[in-house]
Every structure is written in structure tokens, then in C-alpha cells.
């Protein structure tokens, strides 16, 4: 679906918080609104005039009461492309891998670089979480090589082209919304590794084509507790599985599941109370 007409819904917080603004973000991703932004004390939320819900929105909110209020309103006209270039900031991973868009200018090359040409339906997921699971990606370097990785819920494609630099054999990029799917196509070519990474739009019922060594999902919380016994049945004996896109406190629930489904720990990293966490089958 393409549509000019936005819902622009400006939920105001009491008290304002970065850290609620990001958990607010992340739950309505999922309804789903395209792009956010905060200016406080209001977290300003966008989605298709066609996708828009009043009792999702409620639905979500309820379970937040620093969600003081909302207001929705109908937006015509934006530059929704320049909007998000004046949000997006590069990443830049230990020195070594760099992620930036064509907008940003005065960023140092690394040994890994990878440009992005996101559409307006979608960024480039949360900073903290991305980063967090390229550096278990580089920790794992040596094993990627020459092996098949997947990455569920790729959006722009980040962690899938990362995969190919680092010499994955074979990459499978999926994502559930069709404009991410594209954007990921065309980012892999843009890259230079569109030979190496196949892209589908589904959800993880696709993993069961196919089994994999490397499996990544930078997803909700919600998505990763419901995928995960098809994740473990998709992953060779000795792959390792990144998760994120979830907070420190829900690694319990998470770790919980996964060894229930005979998947064995291999660590986590916190960043400003993101996690990420690793997991050997």
C-alpha cells in the first residue's frame, strides 16, 4: 500500500522519557506506524491514513499510563524522506563498521561500510539494538564465512549486507512488510551484494524452507517469543542465534523459552538498557 495521506497521532507523556518514548516506539511499530519522532513532551507518531486504528492505538496505550493523552490528525504533503534525513544519525560499530546513508557526509570509512537508501515506510530499527547485534556479528566473524545466515525481520537489510561483507556463503533477507522487503533488494545491490542475498516479504514460516547457521532477528519481544520454536527448527546443530529489539528486563522470558527448546546460552550485551543475546543450538 502507497499512500500520501498520513495520520500524524502526538501521544503526550507525563512524565516525558527518552527511555518510555523508545518503549512506546517499539510497541507501535508493530500496528504499524512508519516513522516517529520525538518533541517533548509529545512522541509523534505517523502511519497510512488506511492503516490507522483508534482502538489499537487505545488498546496499546492502555497498558501505559504515562500515555497521558493523544491526538490524531490527518497530514498531507510532507516530505516524508527529508523528515527522516533530518532524524537519522550513521552508526559506527567499534572502528569497523560504518552504516550510513547517502545524506550523511564527514563519515570516516572502515574496514565494513554499508549505505542505505531507506523508503519513507521504515528507518533503520533502533540504534542500540543494530549496534549491539553488529558487534556480535564481528565477534562471530570467522564462523560467518562461507555459511548461510538469515535475517528475519531485515528492514533496511542492515545486518544481511553486514553478513554477505563479512563472506556468508548465502543470505536470506525476510521481512513482513512488502516496502522493506524492496528497500532491502535494492540495498543489497546498491552494496554490491545483491548475488549473495535473496530477499522475500513473509513472516518466519518462510525460515522452513531452508535451515540456517546464523540466524538474526532484531524484532519485538512479542514476535521473537512467538517465532522461536520455528527459529530453533530452522538453525543447524552448533548455529547460533542474535536476538534483539528488546529491553534488558526481558531476557529472563526470552532466555526461559529458548532453553526450554534445548538452545544453550552464549551470552548478552546491554546497551542503555537494550539487550541482546546469543543462543547455541
Not at 533503520?124 to 556479528?137: A, I, L, P
Not at 548475488?195 to 540456517?212: H, M, P, V
Request: proline share 3%; aromatic share 10%.
Amino acid at each position: 500500500m502507497n499512500s500520501e495521506q498520513y495520520i500524524e497521532v502526538a501521544i503526550r507523556l507525563e512524565p516525558f522519557s527518552e527511555e518510555m518514548a523508545d518503549i512506546l516506539t517499539a510497541e507501535l511499530s508493530e500496528l504499524p506506524y512508519d516513522m516517529f519522532q520525538t518533541d517533548e513532551p509529545l512522541l509523534k507518531c505517523y502511519i497510512q491514513k488506511e492503516l490507522y486504528s483508534a482502538t489499537a492505538l487505545k488498546a496499546v496505550l492502555s497498558g501505559y499510563p504515562v500515555a497521558a493523552s493523544f491526538t490524531a490528525s490527518l497530514v498531507q504533503g510532507r516530505n516524508w524522506n527529508q523528515a527522516w534525513e533530518d532524524s537519522f544519525q550513521p552508526i559506527v560499530v567499534d572502528g569497523t563498521v560504518t552504516v550510513k546513508a547517502k545524506f550523511n557526509t564527514g563519515v570516516p570509512r572502515t574496514r565494513f561500510n554499508i549505505w542505505i537508501d531507506p523508503k519513507m515506510a521504515f528507518g533503520t530499527g533502533y540504534h542500540h539494538t543494530t549496534f549491539m547485534m553488529m558487534q556480535r556479528m564481528l565477534a562471530l566473524e570467522s564462523f560467518i564465512k562461507e555459511r548461510s545466515v538469515v535475517d528475519m525481520g531485515c528492514g533496511t537489510a542492515i545486518l544481511a549486507i553486514l553478513a554477505a561483507k563479512m563472506q556468508a556463503g548465502k543470505v536470506f533477507a525476510v521481512d513482513i512488510d512488502a516496502v522493506a522487503a524492496r528497500s532491502a533488494w535494492g540495498n543489497a545491490r546498491w552494496n554490491r551484494v545483491g548475488k549473495r542475498i535473496e530477499t522475500a516479504c513473509g513472516d518466519a514460516s518462510l525460515l522452513q524452507l531452508n535451515s540456517y547457521d546464523v540466524l538474526l532477528a532484531n524484532i519485538h519481544r512479542n514476535i521473537i517469543l512467538e517465532d522461536l520454536p520455528t527459529y530453533v527448527r530452522s538453525l543447524r546443530r552448533g548455529g547460533h542465534l542474535l536476538l534483539s529489539g528488546f529491553y534488558k528486563a526481558d531476557i529472563p522470558a526470552i532466555r526461559s523459552a529458548a532453553e526450554a527448546l534445548g538452545l544453550r546460552w552464549a551470552g548478552e550485551s546491554l546497551r542503555e538498557d537494550w539487550a541482546c543475546v546469543e543462543f547455541v543450538k
